[in-house]
């Protein structure tokens, strides 16, 4: 049955009519015996086929500058999908609201094509029937901004788009979201390098609420995240919440209105709460090398590939050896002539146990769902008994060491590389690294392992810290992200004028990971101390949403313009988080990692299970705050 609710879109049947070339060769795949239920038969001509197919539509309307704009999905169909194999195409479709032509584009990995139109569109809509005829003059992507929205969101990868779903879940719906990209995805738009995947199994690195049940393989690629990320962006219409191509640049707290004011590269507003889902692995962390600014080739980032630049035949230097680095290396190495890997330090790297969904688990999952959430619970479950090896028994943790040495032993036979390739601390005091291919590709002739860190640049040359010199093209900066002095603190100013960097002083502290003393209605997604070691980080943004939304809730049934968290009840959550990380792998693992400060203290992973997480982030409790009153002073 249709169904249509203004801002949400239309979701029902339409009819698709089509004229497709047809194809002499497969002339008994011509989708005739496929047509649907209701479609009258399709006429053949001597060169094209008519085809009218009765299809699934979830359309949503935008305007933009000015011109009509709607863009759909239709599911996939037999016979659209073998007279479509030829590529793009023009069709009519239309609903019982009326008729329009649209471009079909290739499908999606789900297999349902994406339609767009620049017309009126073939269902209703609260813009196009001229309810919000304002918005028509502009875009979300230009729309100028409002003066006031209750909840600003910074951000829109899993964070920033899982806060507004759970926003709209629970009846929210006046807030924007601040992309400075132009597209939605965070880390996993970004991220495009050769090789680009997912450590973590795709039934759980996605929302629980949001199951794929199309999945190809059970390690996602880039590609796939990418596109199921744009794909709930739609389907829990998000668009019109969306600002593209709109940095927020400062954030300042309003005493006196009780709220915070943003400025942002495309205009000034005010907002009641912000929530920042800005991330930790947004900013590239280039190493501080002397010269390196005057390298005569070409220099990038993981999280910046230049897809321009062909490396076949170049001499490349890989920087660094983290989970961007092992994804690369294989990758690229069949076509380089000579890669040199820079490692600082070598990775624990366990076996990557990958592999094809088949089309029969896929329409399991499609058609009896709770088999999906069953599989879900599974690797859960599994990764989840592994927390208490890395917060309370490191020890535990050699026995996976053992498995890595054998992965180690069995790719690289040279003693020399095995040794430089073995690490000395604890397995997990680091990311633990996935590959089946990472140690094959360093043991072929054209790989070179320099054991040391670069040092310094000089003209192509690049310098390590023991003195090794190495000619190269191009530079890969494999060096992660700046994970603890996240570029968003230095733009956030709280009650006392001073920004979220200058309180932390190089050591984030929040109340339950969330919510910060001075800086009132300040909600951050992935905060100090939610990191992960052994599980999906996804679980832990959503026992934070539910957390975020309980706030919003609290602000409400108090009646109170803002909740601050008194300094005393952060303190005890911090301090509780510091007993539980001594005996942890992070701190007694014997390695230098980005988990911690320069003072040694780990503010970036949660040091218990996500159970535990969940458990302490179920609700606001109103004692570890301040209730600021409207017009009220925040402390
Ligand atoms: P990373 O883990 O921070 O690794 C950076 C690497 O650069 C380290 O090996 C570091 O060495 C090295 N490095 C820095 N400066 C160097 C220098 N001057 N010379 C030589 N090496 C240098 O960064 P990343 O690999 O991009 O990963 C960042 C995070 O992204 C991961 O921890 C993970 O959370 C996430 N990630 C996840 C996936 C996934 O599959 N889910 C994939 C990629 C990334 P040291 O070890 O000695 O510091």
């Not at 009896?368 to 069953?374: D, L």
């Not at 060491?401 to 003693?415: G, I, K, S």
């Not at 005393?568 to 959550?573: I, P, S, T, Y």
Request: with cysteine; hydrophobic share 35%.
């Amino acid at each position: 049955m249709a169904d249509f609710n203004g801002e949400d879109g239309y979701s029902g049947p339409a009819t698709l009519s089509l004229s497709v070339p047809t194809l002499p060769s497969s002339a008994s795949q011509t989708p005739e015996p496929a047509a649907p239920r209701d479609a009258p038969p399709a006429t053949p001509r001597a060169d094209t086929l008519d085809l009218r197919v009765t299809v699934d539509l979830r359309g949503y309307f935008q305007p933009i500058d000015g011109r009509y704009h709607w863009h759909g999905r239709i599911a996939a169909h037999d016979g659209l999908s073998a007279a479509l194999a030829s590529g793009r195409s023009t069709a009519t479709i239309s609903t019982p609201h009326g008729s329009a032509s649209c471009e079909i584009a290739d499908p999606d990995p789900w297999n349902r094509y994406r339609i767009t139109g620049t017309s009126t569109p073939p269902f209703p809509s609260a813009f196009a029937t001229g309810e919000s005829t304002a918005a028509i003059t502009d875009t979300p992507r230009r729309a100028s901004l409002p003066s006031h929205t209750r909840i600003a969101i910074i951000g829109s990868g899993f964070g920033g788009l899982g806060a507004a779903i759970r926003l709209r879940q629970n009846g929210i719906t006046d807030f924007v979201i601040f992309e400075r990209a132009s597209s939605v995805g965070g880390t996993w738009r970004d991220n495009t390098y050769p090789g680009c995947a997912c450590d973590v199994p795709s039934h759980l690195y996605s929302f629980s609420f949001a199951p794929n049940p199309l999945w190809s393989r059970s390690f996602s690629r880039q590609p796939e995240i990418r596109a199921y990320l744009e794909d709930v962006t739609d389907r829990y219409a998000l668009r019109r919440h969306l600002r593209f191509d709109t940095e927020v640049t400062d954030v300042r707290w309003d005493t006196a209105n009780s709220r915070w004011n943003l400025r942002t590269s495309r205009g000034d507003l005010a907002a009641d709460i912000v929530i920042s889902a800005a991330g930790p692995l947004a900013d590239p962390s280039l190493p501080d090398v002397p010269g390196l600014d005057g390298f005569r080739g070409e220099v990038f980032h993981s999280s910046r590939w230049n897809h321009d630049y062909d490396l076949t035949g170049k001499r490349v230097a890989v920087i660094g050896t983290g989970a961007s680095a092992i994804q690369i290396v294989p990758e690229i190495q069949p076509r380089v002539a000579r890669l040199t890997l820079f490692q600082r330090t070598p990775a624990w790297v366990l076996p990557r146990r990958d592999r094809r969904i088949t089309a029969a688990e896929r329409w399991l999952y499609r058609h009896v769902p709770p088999t999906q959430r069953v599989a879900r619970l599974g690797i859960y479950a599994v990764r989840e008994s592994t927390v208490g090896a890395f917060v309370k028994r490191p020890a535990l943790l050699k026995s996976a060491q053992r498995l890595a040495l054998q992965n180690l032993n069995t790719a690289v036979a040279d003693p020399e590389l095995r040794s430089k390739l073995t690490p000395s601390y604890i397995m997990g005091c680091k990311r633990i690294l996935l590959s089946n291919d990472f140690y094959p590709a360093l043991a072929r002739p054209n790989v070179d392992v320099v054991a040391s860190g670069l040092a310094k640049v000089d003209g192509s040359t690049l310098i390590s810290q023991d003195g090794t010199a190495v000619e190269a093209d191009v530079i890969v900066l494999a060096t992660g992200f700046h994970a603890i002095d996240v570029p968003i603190a230095n733009h956030v100013y709280g009650v006392d004028g001073k920004t979220l960097a200058e309180a932390w002083q190089g050591d984030m502290r929040a109340l339950r990971g969330t919510t910060v003393a001075g800086f009132p209605n300040l909600c951050l997604v992935i905060g100090p101390n939610t990191g992960l070691g052994h599980n999906s980080m996804v679980h832990i943004i959503e026992s934070q949403l539910r957390y975020i939304v309980d706030y919003v809730k609290t602000l409400d049934r108090f009646g109170v313009a803002a909740l601050d968290p008194r300094p005393d009840a952060q303190e005890r959550w911090c301090d509780d988080i510091e007993r539980r990380m001594t005996p942890t792998v992070w701190n007694i693992g014997g390695c230098a990692s980005w988990y911690l400060n320069a003072a040694g203290r780990n503010p970036t992973l949660w040091p218990a299970s996500t159970i535990r997480f969940r458990r302490e982030t179920r609700s606001i409790d109103v004692d570890e705050y301040h209730l600021v009153p409207t017009g009220g002073s925040a402390r």
